[in-house]
């Protein structure tokens, strides 16, 4: 495509992309998945540094990387001896730079990934900096949603559960607005979308609702992106025992929807899909798990050069 | 220019004036533009009455003439400052004070959790707004306002 080039190039923000290399990427992500290449990313070494626990996210990217020939070195948290020693992230990056091809980085800290980016020469792919960004969990949520309703525009895009704490919602409706999606945002009034997002969504002229009650707006959904609301991030213990349970989503909301809502989630859950709705054929968040599979060899086998 | 107040200062024979800086981030603006080691002489007047700003500072900077990017600096904090260059007690140069497109190192992120927070690093802000003022943390994406921006 013109005046795309992907090679060399961090994966840090979803801010980062236009609207047509969103689309490329996808389109990529669709071709591979269609015919894999167990030899792309052959002698391709990445660096998995996970600062932070991470289950799905780490094993995704070591699959990504492994099924397409390449292989990966690193740590997880509770092996990081340089940090006990007092490293700085910008040490450790310049030393993991010497000894792989790309850095994939998840840590605790905002803005952690964007300084690995500065400090090395290489590609670095952001898999998560605290409650900022998790951008290939957005280009995998875009895909699913893609593959589910055969297009991304125009659509009826539902957020559910902690929309104040929740990065991929975040995420998820700055990349929607490249695509006309009416949305959503479902939640208790404490947990509401920050303002600065919201004023960003008008300012761009995207038409959203404030509710508090799904069934208030549940007929008028095409996707519902249900999110855990994530004790880790709550400050204050009592305020998370207040709305854990706020939402419990079971079989009734099928009668109260559209036949083909399709409700997706980043997992993991805790309460809040109750596994009856695992067999539906509206229940695709394992498949979307299943997605950051294409997603991430996509990106890696761009970034790396290896597809152009 | 020689009103009363004016008087009370006295004047420079070549340097910088600042004037119609709001009182309270008089000291600021002397910290960003890192005064406090100055060789020259400085006069600072605080509290003095104005009636866009109700109480303005005025700096004067002998013997050191103020380049546009530290004039920048000081729209953070004044974006109504007017900066007069004075050359042998007169006027030469009126800079104008506007907003850079971006703030390299002079603003603190108001993210506890940013790691420019947490490590020995830079800071760097993109402007997103002028009016009412917002900037971006280029790290940790946070949006902050004029009331959450403090000075490294």
């Known amino acids: ?117 500065e400090a090395a020469e290489i590609p670095v792919i952001n898999a998560g900096d605290g409650a900022n960004q998790h951008p290939t969990q957005t280009l995998l949520d875009l895909y699913t949603i893609q593959k589910e309703k055969g297009k991304l525009e125009n659509l009826n895009i539902g957020f559910l559960g902690d929309l104040k704490y929740g990065r991929t919602v975040h995420s998820l409706a700055i990349a929607l607005s490249h695509f006309n999606s009416k949305m959503f945002f479902i939640s208790p009034n404490a947990l509401k979308m920050p303002k600065h997002y919201i004023d960003e969504l008008k300012q761009k002229k995207i038409k959203f609702t404030e509710v508090q009650n799904l069934s208030k707006v549940s007929k008028q959904l095409d996707v519902l992106y249900v999110t855990r609301i994530q004790k880790e991030r709550f400050p204050d213990p009592l305020e998370y025992e207040k709305y854990k349970n706020a939402y419990q989503l079971d079989k009734s909301l099928l009668n109260e929807s559209k036949k083909n809502l399709a409700i997706m989630h980043p997992l993991p859950r805790v309460g809040e899909i109750n596994p009856e709705l695992d067999d539906t054929p509206n229940a695709i968040y394992f498949k979307q798990a299943g997605n950051g599979i294409p997603i991430r060899q996509a990106l890696l086998a761009l970034i790396l050069g290896k597809i152009k | 220019m020689t009103s009363k107040k004016e008087l009370k200062v006295p004047g420079i024979k070549d340097g910088t004036v600042i004037d119609h800086i709001p009182s309270r981030v008089t000291f600021k603006v002397m910290r960003i533009l890192d005064l406090q080691e100055y060789k020259h002489v400085i006069s600072v007047v605080l509290n003095l009455r104005s009636k866009t700003l109700g109480k303005k500072g005025i700096i004067k900077i002998g013997s050191r003439i103020l380049t546009q990017d530290e004039v920048n600096k000081i729209s953070l904090l004044a974006p109504n400052a007017t900066v007069n260059i004075i050359s042998n007690y007169e006027v030469k140069e009126k800079i104008k004070v506007s907003l850079p497109d971006e703030i390299r190192n002079i603003v603190k992120c108001s993210n506890p959790k940013c790691i420019t927070n947490n490590e020995k690093v830079n800071t760097l802000f993109n402007i997103i707004n002028k009016s009412p003022l917002q900037v971006l943390c280029h790290h940790c994406e946070r949006v902050m306002g004029s009331d959450d921006i403090t000075l490294i």
């Not at chain 1, 998945?33 to 391709?44: D, M, Y």
């Not at chain 1, 740590?75 to 992230?89: M, P, W």
Request: glycine content about 6%.
């Open chain 1, 1 to 117: 495509m013109d005046n795309i080039t992907f090679k060399g190039r961090d994966i840090i923000s979803i801010r980062d992309f236009s609207k047509k290399e969103l689309l490329y990427i996808l389109s990529i992500a669709k071709k591979i998945e269609k015919n894999p290449n167990n030899e792309l990313l052959k002698h391709s070494l990445a660096s998995l540094l996970f600062y932070e626990p991470s289950t799905r996210t780490r094993l995704s990217f070591a699959s990504a990387i492994k099924r397409l020939g390449g292989n990966t070195i690193g740590f997880a948290r509770g092996e990081v001896s340089s940090l006990k020693k007092g490293e700085t992230l910008w040490d450790t990056i310049k030393m993991a730079e010497q000894y792989s091809d790309v850095i994939i980085i998840r840590h605790p800290l905002e803005g952690a990934a964007r300084l690995a980016a």
